[in-house]
C-alpha cells in the first residue's frame, strides 16, 4: 500500500511539475510579446514605420509562439492579461502607423 501512495505521490509531483514549467514557459513568452509589443510602440511613436520596425517585426513570431505554448485560449489570468495588454498595444500601434494623425472625437 505505501508503495502505492509513493508512486501516486512521484506522478503528481510529476503533473505539477510539468504544469508549472509549462506556465513557466507560457509567461515568458507573454513576457516577449509585451516587450516587443511595447518596443514596436515606442519605434512607430518616433517616427519609424511599422516595415522600420525590428520589434514590429518580432510580434508575428512571438505571437504565434504565445498562441502554441497555449496562450489565447485558457491561461491563467495573470499571464492572460499580459497578452491581452500585448495585443492591444500591438493593435493600437498598427492604428498609429496606418492612420497617422487619425482623430477620434
Same mark, same amino acid.
Given at each position: 500500500?505505501?508503495? $502505492? %501512495? $509513493?508512486?501516486?505521490? @512521484?506522478?503528481?509531483?510529476?503533473?505539477?511539475?510539468?504544469?508549472?514549467?509549462? =506556465?513557466s514557459?507560457?509567461? &515568458? *513568452?507573454? =513576457?516577449?510579446?509585451? $516587450?516587443? &509589443? =511595447?518596443?514596436?510602440?515606442?519605434? $512607430? /511613436?518616433?517616427?519609424?514605420? +511599422?516595415?522600420?520596425?525590428?520589434?514590429?517585426?518580432?510580434?508575428?513570431?512571438? @505571437?504565434? /509562439?504565445?498562441? &502554441?505554448?497555449?496562450?489565447?485560449? =485558457?491561461?491563467?489570468?495573470? %499571464? *492572460?492579461?499580459?497578452?491581452? #495588454?500585448?495585443? #492591444?498595444?500591438? +493593435?493600437?500601434?498598427?492604428?498609429?502607423?496606418?492612420g !497617422? !494623425?487619425?482623430?477620434? +472625437?
Amino acid at each position: 500500500m505505501q508503495r $502505492v %501512495i $509513493v508512486i501516486v505521490c @512521484a506522478v503528481i509531483v510529476s503533473l505539477v511539475s510539468i504544469g508549472c514549467q509549462s =506556465d513557466s514557459q507560457l509567461a &515568458a *513568452a507573454a =513576457d516577449a510579446l509585451l $516587450v516587443a &509589443a =511595447d518596443g514596436c510602440y515606442s519605434n $512607430v /511613436s518616433a517616427g519609424q514605420s +511599422w516595415e522600420e520596425s525590428r520589434n514590429c517585426a518580432a510580434l508575428q513570431p512571438l @505571437a504565434t /509562439s504565445y498562441s &502554441a505554448a497555449g496562450g489565447f485560449q =485558457d491561461e491563467p489570468a495573470e %499571464i *492572460a492579461l499580459i497578452g491581452e #495588454r500585448a495585443r #492591444r498595444t500591438a +493593435w493600437q500601434t498598427r492604428a498609429l502607423a496606418c492612420g !497617422g !494623425g487619425l482623430p477620434i +472625437w
